[in-house]
């Protein structure tokens, strides 16, 4: 076997990111198994597959055709599968989709965590499977990604220097013309086909990564799940107050559901989109959404659950596993704008929330005000650092239970330490990469801790991520 070989494959098992796992026998050592991951494939499918990376002992393929479909698989719903870089699993039965997950998660605590006897209580479902988002990003490109049909009949392409979508994946500088997305609603793939229109028309200028020119940069929409709340913030390189107040007059009658729009102003080269400042075209510049019984507003660039309806479900777990007692002083780490903070204040004597990023910090504030919250105190805090000279300056208590969402990458050493040097009773770690929080709690119960259980919670359906809530107790 080489690379570039094509052959045909029997899928018996699932690896993490799609990827199919096809066992074949040494023919030196018959009782050897070379594993090829073939990417594309489900247990059950055969497919012939091609070579693309060969290794000692094993080998990476990718999936040209399914000789004969497992039963696991379903129809995608999307036109768009398998070209665009979302919803990589729509194919896969979400019945199956939560199984492999659950089996995900406890592989890499058994692999990474060391966590031999593990104790795994049932994945959270996600109750909705299409339209679960309430935040989508699209981005302009003045080169628009050909599908293979396309290329085949290159004679007919008129409009390649235009584009409003998503980026493929690994290319930065085409993306995929979207018509129609089942992530959010479709009024939002409305006003995405409405803007892209109105702007074509136009020839508005799509802002270019090389020459960095042009106007044009990104089309994000926000809308509430528990509210009528509707956002459309559209990201530009520079201001152009006469085509945004065009823009902003025919939105609203067009689609009189939108509440508030924005003009986000990016002068950055990099491609975010975040403006430097704002101004505001139509209604208040926010929207409201609730979890639970608690209400908060989100601004354009503040950070908000993306899966309103599951995040009630994700924060009531973690409420569960902290078992919060009215004389508990609670921390909470990586606070972002309050959401969990303010979701458990009621519970707790006070809760001490921790962030790095002022602008949430700032916005965490007004949450407190706008849910009559009188007992969570914010502060910024760069936890790459330690924070117990906050901690000191400010006379804080100690508390009895810390709970923790820090960013993919986890927490940094020195966080750990300052865990370990509080030593509360109860650590509740919520984790949207459950590698790196193996990692960590494997370094807390090498010392203090012991794990008491975790339970996942599926926030993105058909995609590879997943969230995780994990329970730690002090040792005895």
Not at 78 to 88: A, V
Not at 273 to 283: H, L, N, Q, S
Not at 365 to 382: G, H, I, P, R, T
Not at 446 to 471: C, G, Q, R, W
Request: proline content about 4%; charged content about 25%; glycine content about 4%.
């Amino acid at each position: 076997m080489k690379k570039g070989d094509i052959r045909k494959f029997e899928i018996e098992g699932y690896a993490y990111e799609g990827k199919g796992i096809s066992k074949i026998s040494d023919e030196e050592n018959t009782e050897k198994k070379f594993v090829v991951f073939v990417n594309g494939s489900y247990p059950g499918d055969t497919v012939e597959a091609q070579i693309i990376k060969k290794k000692k002992s094993y080998a990476d393929a990718k999936t040209l055709n399914v000789i004969t479909k497992s039963d696991k698989r379903t129809e995608p719903v999307c036109s768009y599968f398998g070209t665009c870089g979302g919803c990589k699993q729509q194919d896969l039965k979400y019945s199956e989709q939560l199984y492999y997950k659950q089996e995900q998660v406890k592989d890499i605590f058994q692999r990474i965590g060391g966590f031999q006897h593990l104790v795994m209580e049932p994945i959270v479902a996600s109750e909705n499977i299409i339209y679960y988002r309430n935040k989508l990003e699209f981005s302009f490109a003045d080169r628009r990604w050909l599908t293979k049909a396309e290329i085949g009949d290159d004679a007919s392409i008129n409009d390649r220097n235009f584009a409003l979508g998503f980026h493929i994946p690994r290319i930065f500088d085409k993306v995929l013309d979207i018509h129609e997305c089942f992530l959010q609603s479709k009024i939002s793939n409305d006003i995405l086909n409405f803007t892209r229109e109105f702007f074509k028309n136009r020839e508005t200028p799509i802002y270019s990564t090389k020459t960095h020119e042009g106007y044009l940069r990104n089309l994000v929409i926000k809308q509430s799940q528990h509210a009528n709340d509707l956002m459309v913030n559209l990201v530009t390189s520079d201001e152009n107050d006469d085509l945004m107040k065009q823009y902003s007059s025919e939105l609203q009658n067009r689609f009189p559901e939108i509440s508030t729009i924005i003009n986000n102003i990016n002068q950055k080269k990099s491609q975010v989109a975040i403006g430097d400042y704002e101004k505001i075209f139509f209604g208040s510049g926010l929207i409201n959404d609730h979890i639970g019984k608690y209400k908060f507003q989100i601004s354009a660039n503040s950070f908000f659950q993306t899966n309103t309806v599951q995040a009630e479900n994700l924060y009531n777990t973690a409420l569960e596993y902290a078992e919060i007692k009215e004389n508990d002083i609670v921390y909470d780490l990586y606070a972002g704008a309050g959401t969990i903070s303010i979701y458990m204040s009621d519970k707790a004597k006070h809760v001490y929330a921790f962030e790095s990023v002022e602008p949430a910090v700032r916005d965490a504030q007004k949450n407190n005000e706008l849910n009559s919250v009188k007992n969570v105190s914010y502060f910024l805090a760069d936890l790459n650092k330690s924070f117990l000279p906050i901690l000191s300056h400010f006379k804080i208590p100690k508390p009895n239970i810390i709970i923790l969402d820090p960013p993919r990458s986890g927490m940094n050493p020195k966080t750990v330490k300052d865990l370990l040097s509080l030593k509360p009773e109860k650590i509740v770690y919520v984790s949207c990469n459950p590698a790196t929080q193996a990692r960590d709690i494997q370094l807390l119960c090498e010392n203090e801790y012991e794990l008491i259980k975790i339970k996942p919670v599926d926030m993105f359906p058909h995609t590879f991520h997943i969230e995780n809530v994990a329970s730690l107790r002090l040792k005895k």
